[in-house]
C-alpha cells in the first residue's frame, strides 16, 4: 500500500508541476507578445524615397509660399477617403480609379500642408469662377457721359405715401474746376412744387443718403412721373443745371410694399423754348437682320392743351405709312392733365429692308376731351428724302447709317388738319 501511495503521489505532483510550468509559459508569452508590439509602436519610421521627395517638395513649397501666394486653392481628399490606383492627369492633377475608399494609401502626390499631412492633392479650384458678378454701375460709363444718379423708391399702400431715397450722384461733369450740387425732385405733372437735398461742398460724386416722401393716392400713382435736376452752386450762388432724370412709375411694380433701388444717366435738358405747338423727343432703331424699325416715344413739352384740367389725357399715335398709304398704328397709353408727358413706350413695326426708302413714320400728339372728338396737337413726320427735310429727314438718316443703334432726337410738332 506504501508503494501505490508514493505512484499516486508521484502522478500527482507530475501533473501539478506540468501545469505550473503551462501556466509560466503562457504568461512569459504574453509578456514577449507586449514587448513586440511596443517596438512596432515606437521604432522609426524609416524614410522612403517618396516620403524624401515630398519632404523636399514641402520645404520648397513652403518657401515659395513665403514670397508669393498662389492664387489657386488645392482640392484635397482627406487621408481616410485615400485608395490605392490613381491615373496621372495634366498639370500633375490625381484622379482615382473605382477601389476601397478605406485602403490604406500607396507612395502618391503629397499635400505641403502640415495640418493636412498624408491627405492628397487632386486638382485645384479657381476662385476667381466663383465670386459675384461686379456691380459696374460705378464703372462702366459710356462716352459722353454727364453724371450717373442713384435713388430708391417705395409705396405704403396703407398711408399712400412715395417714399423716394436719394442716394448719391457719380461722375458730374461740371461747367468750373469745383463742384458743389445739390438735387430737386418733382413729381410730376406737379411742377409748380418740389423737395430739395442739402447741398454737397466740392465734390464730384456727392452721397446724399436723404428720405423724401410724397403724398399719392394708389389711382394716381402710376400717371405720375418722378423728375430730378442735379444742380450746381458757384461761388456767386447762383445755379447751374447739370442734368436731369426722368423716371415713370407706370411701368413699376410699387404695390406690395417693395423697395426698387434704381439708377440712371442724367440727360441734358433742352434749353431753347418749346416751339408754338410744343415738341416731341423719341428715339429710331431699325435692325436690318430682323426687318424691324422700333420707335421709343419718350416725352412731349410745351403742348397747347385745349382745357386746363387733370381730366385731360394725351397720347400719342404711331402710325407706319408706305406710299402714303396707311400700313399699322400704335397707341402710348395717355398721361392725365400735362402739357410736358412722359411715355418711355416702345413699339416695333414689319419693315423690309427695300421698303425704307418708300416707307415713312407718322407721330400725332392727341387730347381727349370729354364729350368732343379727339383733338390733335401737334404732328411730326419722319422718313426719306422722299416725304421729309431737315432734322426729320436727318434722324431717319443716321437710324439708317447706325443699323441697331437707337437714335434719339427731339422733333418740333407742327399743327395739321
Same mark, same amino acid.
Given at each position: 500500500?506504501?508503494?501505490?501511495?508514493?505512484?499516486?503521489? !508521484?502522478?500527482? !505532483?507530475?501533473?501539478?508541476?506540468?501545469?505550473?510550468?503551462?501556466?509560466?509559459?503562457?504568461?512569459?508569452?504574453?509578456?514577449?507578445?507586449?514587448?513586440?508590439?511596443?517596438?512596432?509602436?515606437?521604432?522609426?519610421?524609416?524614410?522612403?524615397?517618396?516620403?524624401?521627395? =515630398?519632404?523636399?517638395?514641402?520645404? %520648397?513649397?513652403?518657401?515659395?509660399?513665403?514670397?508669393?501666394?498662389?492664387?489657386?486653392?488645392?482640392?484635397?481628399?482627406?487621408?481616410?477617403?485615400?485608395?490605392?490606383?490613381?491615373?496621372?492627369?495634366?498639370?500633375?492633377?490625381?484622379?482615382?480609379?473605382?477601389?476601397?475608399?478605406?485602403?490604406?494609401?500607396?507612395?502618391?502626390?503629397?499635400?505641403?500642408? &502640415?495640418?493636412?499631412?498624408?491627405?492628397?492633392?487632386?486638382?485645384? @479650384?479657381?476662385?476667381?469662377?466663383?465670386?459675384?458678378?461686379?456691380?459696374?454701375?460705378?464703372?462702366?460709363?459710356?462716352? !459722353?457721359?454727364? !453724371?450717373?444718379?442713384?435713388?430708391?423708391?417705395?409705396?405704403?399702400?396703407?398711408?399712400?405715401?412715395?417714399?423716394? %431715397?436719394?442716394?448719391?450722384?457719380?461722375?458730374?461733369?461740371?461747367?468750373?474746376?469745383?463742384?458743389?450740387?445739390?438735387?430737386?425732385?418733382?413729381?410730376?405733372?406737379?411742377?409748380?412744387?418740389?423737395?430739395?437735398?442739402?447741398?454737397?461742398?466740392?465734390?464730384?460724386?456727392?452721397?446724399?443718403?436723404?428720405? =423724401?416722401?410724397?403724398?399719392?393716392?394708389?389711382?394716381?400713382?402710376?400717371?405720375?412721373?418722378?423728375?430730378?435736376?442735379?444742380?450746381?452752386?458757384?461761388?456767386?450762388?447762383?445755379?447751374?443745371?447739370?442734368?436731369?432724370? @426722368? =423716371?415713370?412709375?407706370?411701368?413699376?411694380?410699387?404695390?406690395?410694399?417693395?423697395?426698387?433701388?434704381?439708377?440712371?444717366?442724367?440727360?441734358?435738358?433742352?434749353?431753347?423754348?418749346?416751339?408754338?405747338?410744343?415738341?416731341?423727343?423719341?428715339?429710331? %432703331?431699325?435692325?436690318?437682320?430682323?426687318?424691324?424699325?422700333?420707335?421709343?416715344?419718350?416725352?412731349?413739352?410745351?403742348?397747347?392743351?385745349?382745357?386746363?384740367? &387733370?381730366?385731360?389725357?394725351?397720347?400719342?399715335?404711331?402710325?407706319?405709312?408706305? &406710299?402714303?398709304?396707311?400700313?399699322?398704328?400704335?397707341?402710348?397709353?395717355?398721361?392725365?392733365?400735362?402739357?410736358?408727358?412722359?411715355?418711355?413706350?416702345?413699339?416695333? =413695326?414689319?419693315?423690309?429692308?427695300?421698303?425704307?426708302?418708300?416707307?415713312?413714320?407718322?407721330?400725332?400728339?392727341?387730347?381727349?376731351?370729354?364729350?368732343?372728338?379727339? &383733338?390733335?396737337?401737334?404732328?411730326?413726320?419722319?422718313?426719306?428724302?422722299?416725304?421729309?427735310?431737315?432734322?426729320?429727314?436727318?434722324?431717319?438718316?443716321?437710324? @439708317?447709317?447706325?443699323?441697331?443703334?437707337?437714335?434719339?432726337?427731339?422733333?418740333?410738332?407742327?399743327?395739321?388738319?
Amino acid at each position: 500500500t506504501e508503494q501505490a501511495v508514493a505512484v499516486a503521489g !508521484g502522478i500527482i !505532483g507530475g501533473i501539478l508541476l506540468f501545469v505550473l510550468i503551462g501556466i509560466t509559459a503562457y504568461l512569459l508569452w504574453k509578456k514577449f507578445c507586449r514587448l513586440l508590439s511596443y517596438e512596432k509602436l515606437t521604432s522609426p519610421v524609416k524614410t522612403t524615397k517618396a516620403n524624401a521627395i =515630398f519632404q523636399d517638395q514641402s520645404t %520648397s513649397e513652403i518657401q515659395l509660399r513665403s514670397t508669393s501666394r498662389s492664387r489657386s486653392v488645392p482640392f484635397i481628399i482627406p487621408p481616410t477617403l485615400h485608395g490605392r490606383d490613381w491615373i496621372n492627369l495634366t498639370n500633375e492633377e490625381q484622379v482615382q480609379e473605382d477601389s476601397d475608399p478605406y485602403m490604406i494609401p500607396q507612395d502618391g502626390p503629397r499635400s505641403s500642408f &502640415h495640418s493636412l499631412a498624408g491627405a492628397y492633392v487632386v486638382g485645384t @479650384i479657381n476662385p476667381e469662377l466663383y465670386k459675384f458678378p461686379e456691380d459696374k454701375s460705378e464703372t462702366d460709363f459710356p462716352e !459722353g457721359n454727364i !453724371g450717373r444718379l442713384w435713388f430708391s423708391i417705395e409705396y405704403e399702400q396703407e398711408s399712400e405715401r412715395l417714399l423716394v %431715397s436719394l442716394i448719391k450722384v457719380r461722375k458730374l461733369q461740371p461747367p468750373a474746376d469745383s463742384c458743389s450740387p445739390f438735387v430737386k425732385i418733382y413729381l410730376l405733372p406737379d411742377e409748380r412744387s418740389y423737395l430739395q437735398s442739402k447741398t454737397k461742398c466740392r465734390t464730384l460724386n456727392p452721397q446724399f443718403d436723404e428720405n =423724401f416722401v410724397f403724398q399719392v393716392s394708389s389711382k394716381m400713382l402710376l400717371q405720375r412721373t418722378l423728375k430730378f435736376l442735379v444742380y450746381h452752386v458757384d461761388k456767386q450762388k447762383k445755379h447751374h443745371l447739370l442734368g436731369q432724370v @426722368i =423716371f415713370p412709375l407706370k411701368n413699376e411694380t410699387l404695390t406690395g410694399d417693395n423697395k426698387l433701388v434704381i439708377w440712371r444717366d442724367l440727360e441734358k435738358e433742352n434749353l431753347e423754348p418749346p416751339s408754338e405747338y410744343g415738341d416731341i423727343q423719341f428715339s429710331l %432703331s431699325y435692325n436690318d437682320y430682323l426687318g424691324r424699325l422700333t420707335v421709343v416715344v419718350l416725352r412731349a413739352r410745351g403742348l397747347k392743351l385745349q382745357e386746363e384740367s &387733370h381730366a385731360v389725357s394725351v397720347y400719342v399715335k404711331v402710325s407706319l405709312m408706305n &406710299h402714303n398709304k396707311f400700313i399699322k398704328s400704335k397707341k402710348t397709353a395717355a398721361v392725365l392733365g400735362s402739357p410736358n408727358p412722359v411715355y418711355n413706350e416702345t413699339f416695333s =413695326f414689319k419693315a423690309d429692308q427695300t421698303e425704307l426708302d418708300t416707307a415713312s413714320l407718322s407721330l400725332s400728339v392727341l387730347q381727349n376731351i370729354k364729350g368732343e372728338k379727339t &383733338h390733335q396737337l401737334g404732328r411730326v413726320v419722319v422718313g426719306p428724302f422722299m416725304y421729309t427735310r431737315g432734322k426729320e429727314l436727318e434722324h431717319w438718316n443716321e437710324m @439708317i447709317s447706325k443699323p441697331k443703334e437707337l437714335v434719339k432726337r427731339w422733333h418740333t410738332l407742327c399743327h395739321s388738319t
